[in-house]
């Protein structure tokens, strides 16, 4: 039990910037917290739906850019900067793996970084903001933080890490696969009773979006790093809340 607590806050610190005691490494902790990555998420957007629910009365442009700040915030850039290092290192890789995997490591944001990133935060804010307007499913702010950390775990299970040294080489090192597929599929069940139709739909396009992400950075580095995986969560929580609120717009 003093495990699985220890890597259920080690996956908390990793992942969020909400004040904790500081988390020593204990060997194995690493690969242990990530099949709590979709735990974290949900605490996450846990705290969305209940600041969504606090500050009801405010006018949704506003509360929505108020969200999309704590969304910021509470990440602490760290899938954000994933995106930013992924959208230089394709622009100036040139199709060449060993140069997209130094552009990835380099500190310097370049245009299509910042492009990258604005666009992303554009994007999610008139998601939220559209997704405030249908109060019925604000509380989908809780699911789709949590499917985007889910999808992480179905692409660590199926690619491999391009790096022999690197801030996800730690999480791989111990991973349990078995056992992330059968979290995996239970996470897909609960999301399936929570509302079937809106369900089925999220997890069509969490499919079709680990497949199509998959394939185009096996094509291009032969597997995933960290900055792979940190970008996958912020397109996948871009992607998913336009899916959900272009069906809402358009059903209900």
Known sequence: MKKISHAFFYAIQFLTRLPLPAINYV?????RSVLFFPVVGFLIGLLFYLEASIFAVL????????????WVWITGNLHLDGLADCADALVGGHGNRQKILKIMHDPVAGPAAVSAVVCSLLLKFVAIYSLLKQSDYVFYLVIIPMMARTLVLAWMNSCDY???QGIASDFLAHYSRPLAWQLIILLAFLLLGFNFSIGLLL?????ILFYVYRTFWLKRIGGISGD????????SEVVILLVLVVFLETTY
């Open 203 to 207: 997890i069509v396009a969490a499919v």
């Open 162 to 164: 391009v790096r022999e």
């Open 228 to 235: 792979v995986l940190g970008a996958g969560i912020e397109i």
């Open 27 to 31: 060997e194995h902790s690493a690969s």
């Open 59 to 70: 006018n949704p442009l506003l509360l929505a850019a108020l969200i999309l700040f704590s």
